[in-house]
Structures are given as structure tokens and as C-alpha cells.
């Protein structure tokens, strides 16, 4: 076997140029490229915080309604009662007409705070629903360069969303 050693020889101002070339480049990549991004995942992170905060505050106010209705049903319940009793008191058909009066009086406030609060929750995921879409197109936005104001491109983004089950 002939071995044939070809001397290798290294030049100094090459490798000072190609040192320098490559620090400049690793500058230029952290300056333009890494920190816009670090960035814009920076703001993703608190977009996101903002939405899952304002999600707590409206299951509080959720909270704070059903607190509000419970006292009604309690006072409600209260009042039947009172009603009962006096028409226990009178008799039996006044004792009949009094009862059921109550009992039409407590469905209806019922079926209305559960109607408030079934729309309040609809209200809320509708627009926690257009926030995530709206972080979404804004973070596309950003990491792409493009632009996202299409209507179709909202459509899909809802719709990627909704199937998701984050709205």
C-alpha cells in the first residue's frame, strides 16, 4: 500500500478572516433572527396569560351568578313557603292555587337565571373564541412575515379552532 501524504498547511490570515466571518454571522443571527423571535414568543406568552386571566374572571363572575341565584331560589323557597303556610291557614283550594302559583313563579325565575348564565357563558366563549383566533393570525403573522386579514383565513382559523375545542 503506497500512502501519499500531502502537507497541510494553514494560513493564518484565512483562518483570522473566516474566524471573524463567523462571529459577525453569529452576531447577525442573534441581533435579526433569535431576538425578534424570542420576542414575539414573549408576547405570544402574555397574549395568552391576558386570555387565560380573563377566563378566570369570567368563571368568577359565573361563580358570583350562581351565588346571586341561589339567594334568589333561597328567597324564592322562602316566600313559597310563607305562601304555603298561609294558604294551609285558609284552606284547601286557596292552599292549592297558592301552591302552584309558587312553584310557576319558581321555575320561571329559574329557567331565566339559567337562560342568563347559559348566555353569559356563550358571550364569554364567543370571544375568548376570537381572541385565540386573533393571537393565532397575530402569531402566524410574526413568525411568517405575512399577513393574515383575509376573511377565508379567519374562517379557517375559527374553524381549526372550534374543532380543537379551544373556543
Known amino acids: 500500500m503506497i500512502e501519499l501524504s500531502i502537507p497541510v498547511s494553514i494560513s493564518v490570515s ?4 473566516e474566524v471573524v466571518l463567523f462571529l459577525v454571522m453569529v452576531w447577525a443571527m442573534e441581533r435579526f433572527v433569535f431576538t425578534p423571535i424570542r420576542g414575539a414568543w414573549a408576547e405570544r406568552d402574555r397574549r395568552i396569560q ?3 386571566a380573563a377566563s378566570s374572571e369570567s368563571r368568577d363572575e359565573i361563580e358570583r351568578a350562581r351565588a346571586e341565584v341561589q339567594q334568589i331560589l333561597a328567597a324564592a323557597r322562602a316566600q313559597a313557603q310563607e305562601q304555603i303556610d298561609a ?4 284552606g284547601g283550594q ?3 292555587d297558592l301552591v302552584s302559583e309558587a312553584g ?8 331565566g337565571a339559567q337562560g342568563e348564565i347559559a348566555a353569559e357563558r356563550e358571550r364569554d366563549a364567543a370571544s375568548l373564541q ?6 393565532a393570525l397575530m402569531a402566524a403573522s410574526t413568525v411568517t412575515g405575512q399577513t393574515f386579514n383575509s376573511p377565508d383565513v379567519r374562517q379557517l382559523a375559527a374553524a381549526v379552532v372550534n374543532r380543537e375545542g379551544l373556543g
Open 50 to 52: 391576558e386570555g387565560l
Open 94 to 96: 286557596v292552599r292549592d
Open 104 to 111: 310557576v313563579k319558581f321555575r320561571e325565575m329559574l329557567d
Open 130 to 135: 376570537g381572541r385565540i383566533v386573533d393571537l
Open 14 to 17: 484565512t483562518l483570522v478572516v
Open 87 to 90: 294558604a294551609v291557614a285558609r
